[in-house]
């Protein structure tokens, strides 16, 4: 019954057109109320509580930073170099589309930013070359949910916070997955864009290829700044955010000299409203936590799949399921801070790292991001493209599945985790 309570009262003002963080709050006042338990001072506290958070303090410094990317001159410089490097190949713009979401993906931690990004940039570049619409917004899309699993991650972050899990081994862990993605999205790119008719842009010479890189190598520091930082422990997760924010503004701003002192007041104000957006769906989700915790809700899922608990595949594979659907009608943020109260006692209880499970977690909720009718980056896709939502679906569907197979892989053999992260030093 609490379970069936808390689920009613969380999707029943979603279905309404209730802003998620508001719904979030009535789910834990529903509890509260089933409970006994109401006290409007209560839910103040939680509120508060949910956002006093030092880790948290890394959210707003790394989406500055990717605001930065975006306008400073740093991802179009990526995706520069992308090109002179392997826009020659057969299908080139699309490995370029890829390999340019890998590197911008360990600038900014976001899928919203790199879709925004490699959309402007690369969208209308594809569609000159005589590339099917729908199917370069979807490698586009499904390349940008790369974002939130190489580090830095907003989604770990949030994961680590919530979950009580280390971020810097979450960060570490994402890695090798990413990378596995990506070359998922290459093989099934090659396979469905080898029948295509497009030209192919002209080789480049090492000359323009060495300049390239040159022109890119001060936003290429940055991810290796940022993992020899954690790796060694010269700073923290959030510390890693404001070196993040601090180095791209002085590339863009001394170095690229692409932003200027007039521009800055929008950056930060457009990173203001994002993090803001983020921060007060954290403190609303506080008090469902809260309430999630005191009604032993993970208990009451617990007893559902015991029959599971001996089985850390089945049990694995039957949560992957749950988020799949989740992930349908909830964004990624809502999602993490939602199911991981829920999920993070049943995962101790049968055995299970937490940091894998982070893993195999975030990368569920990024595919969410590409699976309709939600699905975050496919409305910014589409607003680039002008695609319809049906239209870009069909696109995304081949890439979609081979992203879901990788989550099969990961579950299937832990090692291509865990193995990894024992090579940065987990």
């Known amino acids: 019954m609490t379970v069936s309570i808390f689920i009613g009262a969380l999707l029943g003002p979603m279905a309404l057109g209730v802003p998620i963080a508001f719904a979030l709050i009535l789910s834990g006042v529903a509890l509260m ?9 209560i839910v103040a506290q939680n509120v508060l509580n949910g956002a006093d958070s ?18 400073g001159g740093l991802s179009r410089r990526i995706v520069a170099l992308a090109m002179a490097m392997v826009g020659h190949i057969r299908g080139g713009l699309g ?13 900014s931690g976001s899928a919203v930013a790199d879709a925004a990004a490699l959309g402007a ?19 586009l899309a499904s390349a940008s949910i790369i974002g939130p699993i190489i580090p830095p991650s907003i989604g770990f972050i949030l994961y680590g916070v919530v979950g009580g899990v280390s971020i810097t081994k979450l960060f570490l862990a994402g890695i090798f997955p990413g990378l596995m993605i990506a070359a998922a999205l290459c093989i099934t790119w090659f396979l469905v864009a080898r029948k295509e008719q497009f030209e192919l842009p002209p080789r480049e010479s090492g000359a323009v290829r060495l300049k390239a890189l040159g022109d890119s190598i001060w936003a290429l520091m940055l991810p290796v700044i940022i993992i020899v930082g954690l790796k060694f422990g010269v700073f923290t997760p959030t510390e890693a955010g404001v070196v993040a924010a601090v180095y791209s503004l002085f590339v863009a701003i001394v170095v690229y ?9 929008h950056v930060f104000v457009s990173a203001a409203k994002i993090t803001a957006v983020v921060m007060f769906l954290v403190a609303c989700a506080a008090v469902s936590a809260w ?11 617990a007893a559902l799949v015991e029959p599971l608990m001996d089985n850390q595949t089945a049990l694995l594979i039957a949560i992957m399921a749950l988020i799949v659907v989740v992930g349908t009608a909830m ?17 101790k209880q049968a055995g299970i790292d937490p940091v894998y499970f982070g893993v195999l977690f975030i990368i569920n909720n990024s595919i969410g991001l590409i ?42 053999f832990p090692e291509l985790v865990t193995v990894p992260v024992s090579w940065f030093g987990h």
Do not use: W
Not at 257 to 265: C, G, I, V
């Open 33 to 41: 109320l089933y409970l006994g338990l109401f006290d409007a001072q």
């Open 54 to 71: 030092f880790p948290l303090m890394a959210v707003p410094f790394f989406l500055l930073a990717g605001e930065v990317m975006n306008t």
């Open 95 to 107: 490995f370029v589309a890829i390999f340019a979401a890998c590197i911008l993906s360990s600038l």
């Open 121 to 139: 940039l690369l969208l209308p570049m594809m569609l000159r070359s005589g590339h099917d619409a729908a199917r370069a917004g979807g490698l």
């Open 257 to 265: 000299r692409e932003l200027q002192p007039a521009q800055l007041f």
């Open 291 to 301: 309430l999630i915790t005191v009604a032993d809700v993970p208990g009451a899922l």
């Open 331 to 347: 964004d990624m943020t809502p999602t993490i801070l939602v199911m991981t109260p829920v999920l993070m006692p049943i995962i």
């Open 371 to 412: 699976t309709p009718p939600v699905g975050t980056v496919l409305n910014v896709i589409c607003g680039v493209s002008k695609l319809s939502m049906e239209e870009l679906m069909k696109g995304v569907m081949p890439f979609l599945i081979a992203e879901l197979i990788v989550l099969l892989l990961l579950v299937l």
